[in-house]
């Protein structure tokens, strides 16, 4: 089972920019949908445009999405409309954007569904764009736009530029709200790199050292000669070294320096942490330094965790360690508090949404002496089940402190990869144990939230019963899944008795005790819950897998017991 929410973020841009009251009942309509945070709202009068961002659980974001499109159709009338950006609709452009846990390729897949049901439902015609494109040519967006809005009536009536859904003869309805653009497109970071000096003209020539495009090739003299051109009258240009990217230079009055302005549109081809040290070498190479870094707006999680495991890796340090402080050195690494201070909670989406959904009432968040004494009370949860969970992430957080302090060992100096990868496992173990303590909370819950249900009628009570039996089983499954998680920690533990830090043999042995506790204690309240099925027959496959781990996790406590034991004689 995966632990990372699916989150995606949406960014459409509506066509108006100066009427906030049409932009607030558009903003609201996705703002109504549950699951869906609302990030942005940026208005422009000169374009007169609106660029919007939200992001949140995929289905909830396609229906948010669906929602504000239609509004807009109501609300905007294209004939009337005029600004300086290129526009073709309502809506004009519909983007989904992998944040985490889906793909570039589902959020593709996503953006095509939706831009059938805009087609279907709406009538407003649709093109897909970039990854979400259905014709090699249109993954472009400026293909896809060409003409613009008064060019609409001649694309129509041309079966090979005609949109992808939806596709009519010019109407009055498609006059009204013209033709939407829905795609699909990775990630896009905005960054700024400091640098030690206040030269605009150094920050370009940085700039055009690692941006794809490059600078253009000239003849002789690389800053004053002749640029070279092709046989079509195009300058050539010798590519920088990063691709998916675009720079310049400039100076920010505000901060008295220069700095090398970049744009990420491709976060896998180019992570940030890569930018950054392209940048660094080449300012080096300049005689300038990188002072820090400047995210400008917000960013996915994982940005900053691959920056910090890179980072840590470059200092041969283990990455298994608390996710909190993999960001705390991505931050140090990149400088992101050098000219403010730098607040992942501000800043990193995920973040965003969990401050957002956890509104203080996870289990997990509580103190130490929260937990202890929300469980000392006469209500029935949390009970054996969550305590089973939160044992066997103990046991892990014993075994990955060891691999921890092994990687970082005097005299071990060459075993700190090795180490480091048992500490990235137990961190996932740790990440794991630690979602089923609300999780088996929850199930409990869910059985509490069945049997209130009403039971007037004979609907009514089989309905009951359906909802009775289908949380039963999902509270028994859920311990199951703790055995499991708890089991892989005995592992960790017995790898490190055997081979990690002698001094520290006796906190891997306190792992193996906790996990045989999680596992026997997860294992009771699979029995107990099973007890409560109508399905003897699942009921019965899930005791005995159950009374397996058990036994092999009594097995495995002793072995490793032993081992401990003999190593302290």
Known sequence: MSMEKKIVECVPNFSEGRDMNVIKQITNEIERVKGVKLLDVDPGEATNRTVVTFVGDPDAVVEAAFQAVKRAGQLIDMRNHHGAHPRMGATDVCPLIPVAGITLEECAELARKLAKRIAEEINIPCYCYEAAALKPERKNLAVCRAGEYEALSDKLADPDRAPDFGARPFDEG??????????????????NFNLNTTSTRRANAIAF??????RPVREGNPITGKIV????????????????????????DEYKIAQVSMNITNINDTPLHVAFDEVCR??????????????????????????????????????????????????????????KPFEPGDKVIEMMLDADNDNGKRLVDLTVTGFANETSRESPAPGGGSISAYMGALAAALGTMVANLSSHKPGWDERWNEFSQWADKGQRLVTELLHLVDEDTDA???????????KKTDEEKAARTAAIQDATLFAT?????????AFKTFELCRAMVEQGNPNSVTDAGVGALAARAAVLGAGMNVKINAAGLQDRETAERLIGEAN???????????????MVEEKIK
């Not at 051109?229 to 998916?244: R, S």
């Not at 499954?477 to 998680?485: D, E, K, N, R």
């Open 282 to 339: 080449c300012a080096q190479n300049r005689g300038i330094r990188v002072t820090g870094t400047e995210i400008v707006g917000l960013m996915p999680k994982r940005c900053l965790i691959d920056a910090g495991k890179y980072f840590l890796e470059k200092q041969q340090r283990s990455t298994g360690i608390p996710e909190e402080d993999i960001i705390n050195i991505a931050i140090h690494s990149m400088g992101l508090d050098d000219l």
């Open 444 to 454: 409990f819950n869910r059985i509490m939230a069945a049997f209130g249900l009403p």
């Open 209 to 214: 050292d690692v941006r794809e495009k490059g």
């Open 174 to 191: 498609v006059a009204r709200t013209g033709c939407t653009a829905v795609g699909a497109r990775d990630f896009l970071i905005a960054v």
């Open 477 to 485: 499954q859920v311990p199951l899944h703790t055995m499991q998680a």
């Open 548 to 562: 397996d781990l058990v036994a092999r996790a009594n097995a495995e406590e002793a072995a490793i017991t032993a």
């Open 229 to 252: 051109k092709d046989a079509n009258g195009n300058n050539v240009m010798k590519p920088g070294t990063l691709k998916g990217t675009k720079a310049i230079g400039w100076y920010i």
